[in-house]
């Protein structure tokens, strides 16, 4: 949920020496075979993950094994090995997207408070933390697996890692006097993970927006803005 606008980037351009001459010679049957490949890769990829995600929310993922998502998916268990690496490798790929997602609609919205005139560093970062917590309840199902602490402890350690760099990527909010440098992300930290935490067990769509309002007034009347 980072503050500060990205620099835009101008577009790369192929060099002279990449860029293919008349004289190279192409298989058109090979790059339809390699297109076929892919997509069918991809497939594959979205059965398991879809199946996972069900199971996983169901019925726990302690409780589910690789073979209940064979028979969910319909993927065989040497196409979900060679796809993933196992059933670890699925959750984490879950994971992998679930913050992808919240990383993609929390940057959104701190642009559009910027395109609206906002420019109160601290209530920007809250219009990312909206819209990272209301996207956690939208996605409830599989962020419930993580946030409740479920799967290996590799891949929770390193989902926890990132949820952590994501929700404290603002260096212009200041909570309170902190008498070290990290506390202000550390707090949070623990303020955005209780939030998900506690969203992520209500089903009632206007429960969990006045929820997600709590926390968020509850961060604008704990934060400030350095100067």
């Known amino acids: 949920m980072a503050v500060k606008q ?3 980037g101008s577009v790369g351009t192929v060099s002279q020496a990449a860029r293919p001459t008349s004289t190279e010679s ?4 090979q790059a339809t075979d390699r297109k076929g490949e892919w997509r069918r890769s991809a497939q594959t990829k979205s059965a398991v993950t879809d199946a996972a995600r069900r199971l996983f929310n169901d019925q726990g993922y302690e ?38 997602r919240h990383k993609a609609v929390s940057s959104q919205a701190v642009q559009d408070a910027i395109a609206d005139g906002e420019t109160d560093p601290l209530r920007i970062y809250a219009a990312g933390a909206k819209a990272f917590l209301l996207d956690t309840w939208e996605h409830r199902d599989i962020d419930r697996v993580s946030l409740n602490f479920e799967g290996p402890s590799d891949v ?8 952590a760099r994501f929700i404290a990527s603002s260096s212009e909010i200041v ?5 070290l440098p990290d506390c202000d992300s550390y707090a ?8 998900a935490r506690r969203l992520v067990d209500i089903d009632e769509r206007d429960m969990a927006a006045a929820v997600v309002d709590y926390f968020i007034e509850l961060l604008l009347r704990m934060g400030s803005s350095k100067p």
């Open 6 to 8: 990205a620099r835009k």
């Open 26 to 29: 192409r298989d058109p049957n």
């Open 63 to 100: 409780n589910t094994s690789i073979h209940d998502i064979v028979r969910e998916s319909g993927v065989s268990v040497g196409s979900i090995y060679h796809q993933f690496g196992g059933k670890s490798e699925v959750l984490r790929a879950l994971v992998n997207m679930s913050m992808s």
């Open 156 to 163: 929770l350690a390193v989902s926890r890692d990132d949820l």
């Open 175 to 179: 909570l309170g006097n902190a008498p």
């Open 188 to 195: 949070l930290f623990g303020v955005l993970t209780a939030a």
